[in-house]
């Protein structure tokens, strides 16, 4: 079983910079796959980013491609998402996430993940 608290969010003003921090309670967190998803008020649940066990590879979202970096630290069983250039369309609540140990590649989909956190709030102000 996976556990992840979510922490960093906030009010920012766009152009402006936050990074959030996933914490993982779990004794084997280098064997999984780690992502990022957000939800905006009235929207579904979208993939933002995505990064690999060793941390040596990552998928993201084109919405925010050039702008945000997913990264890990295992040794302190971390993710991260910094997020640069912010804009009001990137208000949402952001969530961090596991898949089974089993998946290969990077997932992008919901139904991918079977772990998720209580989710912590962004909000962009213009």
């Known amino acids: 079983q996976v556990q992840l608290v979510e922490s960093g969010g906030g009010l920012v003003q766009a152009g402006g910079s936050l990074r959030l921090s996933c914490a993982a309670s779990?004794?084997?967190?280098?064997?999984?796959?780690m992502g990022w998803f957000r939800q905006a008020p009235g929207k579904e649940r979208e993939f933002v980013a995505v990064?690999?066990?060793?941390?040596?590879?990552?998928y993201y979202a084109d919405s925010v491609k050039g702008r945000f970096t997913i990264s890990r630290d295992n040794a302190k069983n971390m993710v991260y998402l910094q997020m640069n250039s912010l804009k009001p369309e990137d208000t949402a609540v952001y969530y961090c996430a596991a898949p089974p140990l089993i998946v290969t590649g990077l997932p992008t989909r919901r139904y991918e993940y079977d772990y998720w956190g209580q989710g912590t709030q962004v909000t962009v102000s213009s």
């Open positions: 779990v004794r084997t967190f280098s064997r999984y796959t």
């Open positions: 990064i690999s066990r060793s941390g040596g590879s990552t």
